[in-house]
C-alpha cells in the first residue's frame, strides 16, 4: 500500500524555526491534496495547512504569515516551513494526503505516524 513517513520534528525555542517533511512512499500513482495536521495535548486535532495538486494554499489563521506549506512532486514529499515559533505551536504533527494507488485505481487518504514538536518560552 502506500506508507508516509515524517521527520524533522524536535525541540526549539520560541522564535525558532523547524522543517518538517512527509515522504510518501508505495503503491502511488499519484497524489492530490497534501496536508498538515496538529494535535497539541489534551486537545482535539486540527487541521493547520492544505496544498492541493494544482498548487493552492490554505492555513489556519493562527499560522498565516509563519508557516508554509510546499511539496516535491518528484519524491512525493511535501514540507512544512515553520517560523517565528511559539510555545502554543507545542504538538504532535501529522501529515496526511489523498493518493491514488495503482491497483486498483482508487483514492485513498493516509495518514503519517507523527512528529512531536515542542517549543520552549
Known amino acids: 500500500q502506500v506508507q508516509l513517513v515524517e521527520s524533522g520534528g524536535g525541540l526549539v525555542q520560541a522564535g525558532g524555526s523547524l522543517r518538517l517533511s512527509c515522504a510518501a512512499s508505495g503503491n502511488i500513482f499519484s497524489i492530490e491534496s497534501m496536508r498538515w495536521y496538529r494535535q497539541p495535548p489534551g486537545k482535539q486535532r486540527e487541521l493547520v495547512a492544505t496544498?492541493?495538486?494544482?498548487?493552492?494554499?490554505n492555513y489556519v489563521n493562527s499560522v498565516k504569515g509563519r508557516f508554509t506549506i510546499s511539496r516535491d512532486n518528484a519524491k512525493n514529499t511535501v514540507y512544512l516551513q515553520m517560523n517565528s515559533l511559539k510555545p502554543e505551536d507545542t504538538a504532535v504533527y501529522y501529515c496526511?494526503?489523498?493518493?491514488?494507488?495503482?491497483?486498483?485505481?482508487?483514492?485513498?487518504?493516509?495518514w503519517g505516524q507523527g512528529a512531536q514538536v515542542t517549543v520552549s518560552s
Open positions: 496526511n494526503a489523498d493518493v491514488w494507488v495503482v491497483a486498483p485505481r482508487r483514492l485513498n487518504n493516509y
Open positions: 496544498l492541493t495538486s494544482g498548487g493552492s494554499t
